[in-house]
């Protein structure tokens, strides 16, 4: 969800959501998970074009223990608002200075706002965030767009690969609903296997339904988890890694209001930590890997203060020690020191994003470079991430691209 709603995108605008309160509790810890136990639980596209970008560069020195050359980052926007861009951007980035060079346009997608790669870097994957929503498939080699296929929903918003390659999840926001489609040998993606709407719990407080915002594969391979804003529920499926159904397995309920929006894993794979976005606040979880069960620990502070903020993304360093959250409104990156083996975050403090609205962060592959793509200043900004004591230091001026909602680096 768009905290800072963008204009009408094919017939529909995604809802605002205000108000926001002061998070607490600036350490916060959640018990052991469980010891293992039984379950529980409940057409083609058309062929792209090329169009030129201008460049934007950002230069300083960092140890040479990072791969040389450009490296490809992948810039996801939207097509239909005011000030959007014509499709994927195109961009390469300097592994060692953080230095970003535009190399322009792939059209014939609408409204990629976000993508993700097969695991094997052959296939790009992109959200067509729209009222008839779909998912679409690029092969990298050539830059062809192979396929799109509705996801059977409206206004898909995330996307992922399922670690096997075979199968692509995704959310869609406005219908409150995952979906399943596999992937073939090509890259191409076949026709959906499942589709779930999210009907229990009710809508939390403030809301009008159910609003899927992610949906990924938890490291233990055989669940994939669904974080819905609307219900304040983080939803865990077993994936049938042969048919492409899902099986509910378990509930996690955050507090009402809360506004779940995106969860990710601690490396160890027994904690992840849970950004709320309506009431502006963290959350350690436990996960048990044999059930799939997760529970959602206390809220904790962003570091934004009194002022309006929607966290957005958080990430984890691959090492487990640090993680980093994005903040909308407060328009920061809090540093967070990971401790007691994943089960406790501890706010450090927090760095300006050098943009407006940081929508989506991501690392790149080895962990140096941390990019924030920031909605409202259609800007890209790059930072140094520091191996030792993860702080952050930016990578000179911010790259410009049209209403950057999302940077995939490779």
């Given amino acids: 969800m768009d905290g800072g709603a963008r204009a009408a995108r094919g017939g ?6 205000v108000g926001a309160v002061a998070g607490v509790a600036a350490v916060a810890a959640v018990p052991a998970p469980a010891r293992p136990g039984p379950e529980s639980g409940p057409g083609s596209g058309p062929a792209p074009s090329v169009t030129a970008a201008p460049e934007a560069s950002a230069r300083t020195r960092e140890p040479a223990d990072r791969p040389s050359g450009p490296r490809p980052l992948y810039l996801g926007t939207y097509t239909s608002v005011e000030g959007g861009g014509a499709g994927i951007g195109l961009a390469v980035y300097d592994p060692v200075t953080g230095a970003v060079t535009g190399r322009g346009t792939l059209t014939g997608v609408a409204d990629p706002s976000y993508l993700a790669a097969h695991p094997n870097g052959r296939t790009l994957y992109a959200v067509d965030e729209r009222q008839d929503g779909g998912v ?21 918003c995330h996307l992922s690969v399922h670690p096997g390659g075979r199968w692509l999840l995704s959310a869609n926001y406005q219908s409150g609903s995952v979906a399943v489609h596999p992937i073939d040998g090509s890259g191409a993606l076949g026709e959906r296997t499942d589709l779930v709407t999210h009907s229990s719990p009710p809508p939390g407080p403030g809301q009008q339904g159910p609003h899927a915002h992610q949906f990924v594969t938890a490291p233990d391979g055989g669940h ?30 955050t507090r009402p209001g809360a506004g779940p929006r995106h969860l990710t894993f601690h490396p160890g794979g027994r904690y992840a930590y849970l950004a709320n976005e309506v009431d502006d606040t963290v959350a350690v979880c436990a996960y048990d890997p044999r059930t799939g069960r997760l529970t959602v620990g206390e809220p904790q502070s962003t570091g934004s203060g009194p002022g309006t903020n929607y966290p957005a993304q958080i990430l984890v360093t691959a090492d487990g ?10 328009n920061s ?3 967070y020191a990971v ?3 994943g089960s406790r975050l501890r706010l450090l403090d927090t760095v300006p994003v050098a ?9 790149s592959p080895d962990g140096g470079l941390l990019f924030a793509a920031n909605q409202k200043s259609s800007t890209v900004s790059v930072f140094h991430v520091d191996r030792v004591n993860g702080a952050l230091r930016l990578a000179g001026e911010p790259f410009a691209s049209p209403v950057a909602v999302c940077a995939l680096p490779l």
């Fill in 136 to 156: 679409t498939a690029v092969r990298l080699a050539d830059r062809k767009v192979l396929n799109t296929r509705g996801t059977g929903g409206a206004g898909p």
């Fill in 12 to 17: 529909w605008s995604r809802r605002r959501f």
């Fill in 224 to 253: 994939v988890l669904a974080v819905d804003l609307g219900t304040d529920t983080v939803y865990t499926y077993r994936l049938d890694t042969r048919t492409g159904r899902l099986t509910e397995v378990s509930q996690a309920h």
């Fill in 355 to 363: 943009g407006d609205f940081p929508r989506q962060i991501a690392f």
């Fill in 321 to 330: 020690r640090f993680a980093y959250l994005a903040n909308r409104g407060h």
């Fill in 333 to 335: 990156l809090a540093r």
């Fill in 339 to 341: 401790e007691a083996g």
